[in-house]
């Protein structure tokens, strides 16, 4: 795996500050303009991607670390129940809340593509947020 030891993102205030947004049409387009990407292109698009999910989300940081993702709420934001029965359907790690200084969410990682796994939970926790908006009318 290409992430040894560490890792903290830190999020940009706002959100246009990680356009563009790294999707699988952007990574498509790119692998079709200059084929298979190396390695450390795909792990920046993949923080990339996290920083973008967990800022829609609300969070104001995620540390990635050993065997555990820390991802912690900006002041005020929780998470509401339909957000966490979400995350625990979500994924087969086991999830942790704290609510010790700021709503946190801990994820127990298995030790194969820790990104993707937090990755695939935002991505989770993003749908969930968009399944709670309501219906604009067309």
């Known amino acids: 795996e290409a992430v040894e030891g560490q890792v903290d993102v830190p999020l940009p205030r706002r959100e246009h500050a990680l356009a563009p947004a790294c999707d699988d049409e952007l990574l498509e387009e790119l692998r079709d303009r200059y084929g298979q990407l190396p390695e450390e292109a795909q792990h920046l698009l993949?923080?990339?991607?996290?920083?973008?999910?967990?800022?829609?989300?609300?969070?104001?940081?995620?540390?990635?670390?050993?065997?555990?993702?820390?991802?912690?709420?900006?002041?005020?934001?929780?998470?509401?129940?339909?957000?966490?029965?979400?995350?625990?359907r979500a994924t087969p790690n086991k999830l942790a809340f704290d609510v010790t200084d700021s709503f946190r969410v801990i994820e127990h990682l298995k030790p194969q593509d820790r990104l993707g796994q937090v990755d695939t939970l935002l991505g989770c926790l993003v749908q969930a947020l968009l399944d709670q908006e309501p219906a604009t009318a067309g």
């Open 46 to 88: 993949q923080v990339a991607s996290i920083r973008l999910k967990a800022w829609r989300c609300g969070m104001a940081r995620v540390r990635v670390k050993k065997n555990e993702a820390h991802l912690v709420m900006r002041p005020g934001r929780m998470l509401q129940r339909s957000e966490i029965e979400a995350l625990v």
